[in-house]
């Protein structure tokens, strides 16, 4: 084994192309960053995980049924927009949320190494999901934010190796995941830009 983000596909090596986001990367990516949750620790967590964990397989789906249409994200919706149920695109813009709010959240760590991580998550919260979400709904994500472990243990566990080895120096764990999350980032950026200009998320 090796510590958490070597262990998973980063998203710095998910192809982009003229045609757009390599789906198949994407989705594994994505799948990697739920593994980040278990290291929160936290079970109020499993909200913003469940969501994600159901967007990504909604794409999937879409995925393993039209594979040669869906090789990239944006053609993937592209080819369901004349579909009457676009359930994979909904999905898609649902889980760039839970995404964006996931990134923002630990830039905001990685740009202040004194805040504690509720205070990351709070702001990120505030400035991505929020907006989207029902009374009922802000109420459960202001018990896991609260909810967040301390900085230090989380990034611990990050920089651990699971089966006893060395952990990852704090230089090399601060590279990789502001690396990880600048990709994520420009990502996160691209796939949403696409949605606006073609007007992909009206109608949810």
């Known amino acids: 084994m090796a510590p958490y983000l070597e262990t998973v596909k980063s998203y710095a090596d998910v192809p982009i192309t003229d045609a757009g986001v390599d789906t198949l990367a994407f989705l594994e ?23 994600i964990k159901g967007n990504i397989a909604k794409v999937r789906a879409r995925y393993d049924a039209a594979p040669t249409q869906s ?8 080819n369901e927009k004349t579909e009457k149920k676009r359930t994979a695109t909904e999905g898609l813009m649902w889980l760039l949320r839970g995404l964006s709010f996931t990134c923002k959240a630990l830039q905001n760590s990685q740009a202040n190494k004194t805040e504690e991580l509720a205070s990351a998550f709070t702001k990120s919260y505030e400035g991505t999901l929020k907006k989207f979400h029902n009374f009922v709904v802000k109420g459960i994500f202001a018990v896991a934010m609260k909810a967040c472990p301390y900085r230090a243990d989380f990034y611990n566990k990050l920089a651990a190796d699971p089966s006893g080895g060395e952990p990852a120096t704090q230089e090399k764990l601060n590279d990789e995941l502001d690396k990880w999350l600048a990709a994520l980032a420009a990502i996160v950026g691209r796939v949403e830009a696409f949605y606006e200009k073609g007007g992909y998320g009206k109608g949810f």
Do not use: H, I, R
């Open 71 to 78: 090789a990239t994200l944006e053609q993937l919706v592209e």
């Open 29 to 51: 990516a994505s799948q990697g960053l739920l593994g980040l949750f278990d290291l929160l620790g936290s079970a109020a967590f499993s909200v913003v995980q469940n969501d």
